[in-house]
């Protein structure tokens, strides 16, 4: 039986690194949709969804056989990573209208706190100290970004729910990177991410369905964004995470989206008005020093 060679060792943090400039683009496009008037659910359906419609000929041809032979305990997995996938959107992309760009975000990506103790408890991990270490720098960046927000006046209508809503995103997508591991391992690319975005949108279209958010009737601006929401942060950000999930650890990737609040602040700043504080730069610091020090721990 052949083997896949093995990609050179520097080219997964190039690609999550590529992945996280697409991503920090997520909740600016999220606000620009919701003050066109996209409901947030449909908003984070239109993300997942035309995304796996882009993706289907693709996972037709070129996985077309791994599919047809998906087992009962793979359709099982593929059912809840969607799910997973779908209550984080949704949720996530809700909160943006409660608190601000950087308070969101920020608590959003605090996965490695959850996946870490994840994986020890259920896989038996243990990660390495340095990558330990980029995991409390990071999270410590996360928590220094969301008390400067926090002292805010502007930072939200609502900022304990959308800053509540933001932490129960993060345990979603903290599920989710577990469960696509495990599906992950088994499937090519394009058939994974067919799965996971298609299975997510057709939760979230149910989900409009039962609360009465249209799917439809928007202006063309804003289904501009939707479209580049599904092009960018989707297509290119998450596919990028997913293909890092076969070649280094759940914990890692999930450092790595500690990145994202950087990026989305900086743009928030630029696009909405929202201002920094010398707080919120020490946040910005201690981040990129813990994705640096995980990137060292990072064992093959």
Do not use: K
Request: net charge positive; proline share 5%; aromatic share 12%.
């Amino acid at each position: 039986m052949s083997s896949v060679a093995a990609p050179p060792r520097w080219m997964p943090f190039v690609v999550l690194g590529i992945g996280l400039m697409a991503i920090s683009f997520g909740s600016i496009f999220a606000r620009i949709a919701q003050a066109d008037g996209v409901p947030s659910l449909a908003v984070a359906c239109w993300r997942v969804g035309l995304a796996a419609l882009v993706v289907t000929p693709i996972a037709l041809f070129q996985s077309g056989r791994a599919l047809a032979r998906l087992s009962s305990r793979q359709w099982i997995l593929a059912l809840a990573a969607g799910l997973f996938l779908a209550l984080h959107f949704g949720i996530w992309i809700t909160s943006l209208e409660y608190t601000s760009v950087a308070s969101s975000t920020a608590l959003v990506t605090t996965n490695p706190l959850w996946i870490g103790l994840a994986s020890f408890v259920l896989f038996r991990e243990r990660p390495s100290r340095m990558m330990l270490g980029g995991i409390a720098l990071s999270f410590g960046g996360s928590l220094l970004i969301f008390l400067s927000d926090a002292q805010n006046a502007g930072a939200g209508s609502n900022p304990l729910f959308g800053n509540l809503l933001a932490l129960v995103g993060s345990w979603c997508f903290s599920a989710y990177l577990l469960i696509g591991r495990r599906l992950r391992a088994g499937l090519p690319l394009p058939a994974y991410v067919w799965l996971a975005y298609g299975t997510a949108a057709l939760f979230l279209v149910a989900a409009s369905q039962g609360s009465g958010a249209p799917l439809g009737g928007f202006s063309l601006s804003a289904w501009a964004v939707l479209g580049g929401m599904a092009l960018g942060p989707q297509l290119l950000g998450h596919t990028a995470y997913n293909w890092s999930l076969r070649h280094v650890s759940a914990t890692f990737v999930a450092v790595v989206t500690l990145g994202e609040p950087v990026g989305s602040a900086a743009m928030a700043f630029i696009i909405f008005g929202e201002g920094f504080a010398p707080l919120q730069f020490a946040g910005f610091a201690l981040l990129l020093a813990g994705i640096y020090l995980a990137a060292r721990g990072e064992r093959p």
